[in-house]
């Protein structure tokens, strides 16, 4: 047991190496090359409240940890390239500053738990339960389970299982078709979104831009600075449709991509739900050279029932100057109907006073029929 500071270089551990409350164990070296602190499948590395592991040295983070025994933490680790942890680690202390940590073993990051990696991020293939905070990006290829808070977060899951039951923060999601994200918590999103399969209580989109042909199930508030973009945000662009299991409140913008009037070729967004609208935008994107005529019409917005559709901003991309159109909402939804074309002018002063024209029509001509 260390109650004051050790330095070494390479250690592998089989037995117990316990650091007391008031111990430092630098793995530190003078050279230019890996340091590696082992505690072995025997092993138990104990650092206790007060306690220090401290991997830094003069040659930016050379130093690791490779866990195949049991760690607990409930004092500090810091300072280390990589963790690499195929046995038990339980963290009731402080472990981060940590460029990258792979686990295929089982990480209990406690209530009293600061966790979180620098750089790289996090690569599970097996269990992490999270009680207390954690930050940093995680790719999951395992369990990843969230009773705490986790933040500052780019969670990328494959086909696999991501639980919230408490609050993701400022958070960036990639969830593959295959892969499922569910529980009982919420999810403030601050940044981009690539949509599968979500299940919470409730969802808040600050000023991200929600995108994918998956599915969300909870309530979700889109603020001002937020977008529902259905289908992949891609290049060329990639159609489909966005489905929300349950109410919609949203005070940001609706944008949806057009390549043709038939099913299949422009995007839609069903909400399984009542959508609520308090302003914002809608925004058509005409795409592959498509050109609309008088009388195209598309039911681009499902939901049981729409309030506030009027307050919606009507604009165009792809071919402005070209046409107008109303928005209508009834009982099926929310529609968008061509209702004339705009003359060709003859003048580039002419077509500079179309394109006015036209963005104060588009403004203006919404009806709405319950």
């Known amino acids: 047991m260390l109650s004051s500071d050790a330095e070494t270089y390479n250690f592998t551990n089989f037995g117990t190496l316990h650091v007391g409350k008031n111990g430092t164990l630098l793995i530190n070296t003078t050279l230019p090359e ?5 505690n072995e499948s025997s092993g138990n590395l104990i650092i206790d409240s007060g306690g220090f592991l401290n991997g830094a040295n003069s040659f930016d983070w050379v ?6 025994g049991t760690l607990n933490n409930s004092g500090k680790i810091e300072n280390f390239s990589n963790l690499n942890n195929s046995g038990f680690l339980d963290n009731h202390g402080t472990l981060r500053e940590i460029i990258q940590i792979d686990n295929t073993g089982i990480i209990n990051n406690s209530v009293d738990g ?3 990696t620098k750089l790289n991020g996090t690569i599970n293939s097996g269990i992490l339960n999270n009680y207390g905070r954690w930050y940093g990006e995680v790719i999951n290829g395992g369990a990843l389970v969230n009773y705490g808070l986790m933040e500052e977060a780019y969670i990328i899951n494959g086909s696999n299982v991501v639980t919230n039951n408490n609050v993701f923060h400022n958070v960036a999601i990639s969830n593959d078709v295959g892969g499922t994200i569910n529980g009982s918590g919420t999810f403030i999103f601050d940044t981009l979104i690539y949509s599968g399969s979500f299940s919470q209580a409730s969802f808040m989109i600050n000023q991200a831009n929600v995108s994918g042909t ?3 199930t909870g309530e979700v508030t889109l603020g001002s600075g937020a977008a529902i973009s259905p289908g992949r945000i891609s290049y060329p662009p990639s159609l489909g449709t966005l489905t929300f299991n349950d109410d919609l409140h949203s ?3 609706l944008n949806i991509d057009i390549s043709g009037t038939e099913t299949g070729q422009y995007d839609v967004l069903v909400i399984n739900g009542n959508a609520d609208f308090t302003g914002g935008n ?4 005409f795409i592959n050279d498509f050109f609309p005529s008088v009388g195209d019409h598309w039911n681009f917005l499902v939901s049981d029932s729409i309030t506030g559709f009027d307050s919606l901003n009507l604009s165009f991309t792809g071919v402005v100057g070209k046409f107008k159109g109303d928005l209508t909402s009834d009982s099926l939804g929310g529609h968008l109907l061509i209702t004339s074309a705009v003359p060709e002018p003859g003048t580039y002063a002419m077509l500079l006073a179309g394109l006015g024209l036209l963005g104060f029509v588009a403004h203006r001509r919404k009806t709405i029929t319950i």
């Not at 130093?63 to 195949?68: A, D, V």
């Not at 809608?282 to 994107?285: D, I, K, L, T, Y």
């Open 63 to 68: 130093s690791g940890i490779h866990n195949s």
């Open 34 to 38: 890996d340091i590696t602190l082992r």
């Open 251 to 253: 005070s940001g913008t």
């Open 214 to 216: 998956g599915n969300f």
């Open 282 to 285: 809608v925004s058509f994107n």
């Open 114 to 116: 600061d966790m979180g």
